[in-house]
């Protein structure tokens, strides 16, 4: 497979919650493989290594009849689990207790280190293990799996999107802040205060939390 992370090869698409619009190019892979974990359905993608290297075959990320081990799949969640904690950080205050501003103008509480920290060794540990190299084509440098078995050049590829987007554009892709749901959303907003995946969802179950909380 090409070593190329400016796009998804197919990616048919599905409807982000609320009517957002899904991440650019490269994010948008990032964004579809951590988003094969529907945490509040209670669906994955990803449940045993089949589904895998289906998965990846199906966005032509390898090719038909691709195998993945058993490590391949634990490296694959260490993955996903990892840049989902990461895309959690980019919640402005992530790691503080002052908070910041969300979709609704309002002041919401920053998400304590502890909350995403065993996600970032997780993430840690599988990128160690998905080397990526430097490579010049046309005179123009880019960032590519180093040679690997078909389902880990996969996955090296879906890990290099942190270093080939855009920083400014890498900081808008988040994880809803609501701890049952945690799906990514590309924050188009023009403040980037946006919060959860959908404020008539996830936004309006939490402030129904909290009144609740507080009316008790």
Known sequence: MSG????VPFDGGYPEPGGRAPA???LRLAQLFVNTADREGGTDALGKPGDLAAWLAGYGLVEKGARAT???LMLALDLREGLRSLFLTHHDGAHGDHGDTNDDGERSHGIPA???ADGLHRLDRALGQLPVRVAVSGGAPRVEPATQPPVRTALARIGAV???ADPSQ???LKACRRDVCRWVFFDASRNRGGTWCAMEICGARTKMRTYRRRST
């Open 170 to 172: 890498l900081s808008r």
């Open 162 to 164: 942190l270093v080939s």
């Open 114 to 116: 502890a909350d995403t």
């Open 70 to 72: 058993a490590e391949d």
């Open 4 to 7: 190329n992370t400016d796009s």
């Open 24 to 26: 650019p190019a490269p």
